[in-house]
């Protein structure tokens, strides 16, 4: 009977170890995405306005580029920022209704041989066929390349038809740097870094039509 007694309380207290073990476990791994998953950028500021039809977006993105970020550039690996921008009705009753996505890529590379940055925007998802070049431009310096990729302006996210003036509008907007588009070993590198975590998001209503 003595035997027994001791047998049970060994068992729950074997069971009570492992439980306390498992739930320590839970623990870390819930905190650790976290301690990862500071972003290193901001958006300093979003403005939404409607033109007519039109809904337009500026914003200012600041984040300093982290050194292992850089050091890959400079080793000629190209960087993939990616902003996005939702425009969505709003709606008490119900859950806002998307009326459009759109995106842009900022491609940001480093020429050894020439030593100057240059930077290529393009609309559309990297995956699109379709994706078109608007723009490529040179510089001199890594500062003067991040600036045309922190700052949008006039950015077209998408129509309004409704003639109802009481509705109202926001739009949602995220900048990332896009870990997807870096080469395979860079990827596995960079996951669960913090410094290689480039991004913010932010939401702005959209102001009366402008005049």
């Not at 049970?8 to 492992?18: E, G, H, I, P, Q």
């Not at 480093?110 to 609309?123: D, F, I, M």
């Amino acid at each position: 009977m003595i035997k027994m007694v001791f047998s049970m309380r060994y068992w729950k207290s074997a069971v009570l170890n492992k439980a306390v073990l498992w739930l320590r476990l839970v623990v870390c791994l819930a905190w650790t995405p976290l301690a990862f998953s500071q972003s290193v950028a901001e958006i300093n500021q979003l403005r939404a306005e409607r033109s007519a039809n039109e809904v337009f977006v500026a914003a200012k993105v600041a984040f300093d580029l982290p050194s292992a970020v850089e050091d890959a550039l400079l080793k000629g690996i190209p960087m993939f920022f990616v902003a996005e921008a939702d425009l969505l009705q709003e709606r008490w009753y119900w859950y806002d209704r998307k009326i459009s996505s759109v995106q842009r890529q900022f491609r940001l590379a480093y020429q050894p041989l020439t030593r100057r940055w240059s930077t290529k925007l393009s609309s559309g998802a990297a995956t699109d066929s379709s994706q078109g070049l608007a723009l490529s431009q040179s510089y001199e310096t890594l500062a003067q390349a991040l600036a045309s990729v922190k700052q949008l302006s006039q950015w077209k996210v998408g129509d309004i038809t409704e003639a109802d003036t009481s509705v109202k509008y926001k739009v949602e907007f995220r900048f990332r740097l896009d870990l997807s588009q870096l080469p395979r070993p860079f990827q596995i590198g960079a996951i669960g870094q913090s410094e290689w975590n480039v991004q913010a998001q932010a939401r702005a209503s959209v102001t009366a039509e402008l005049k």
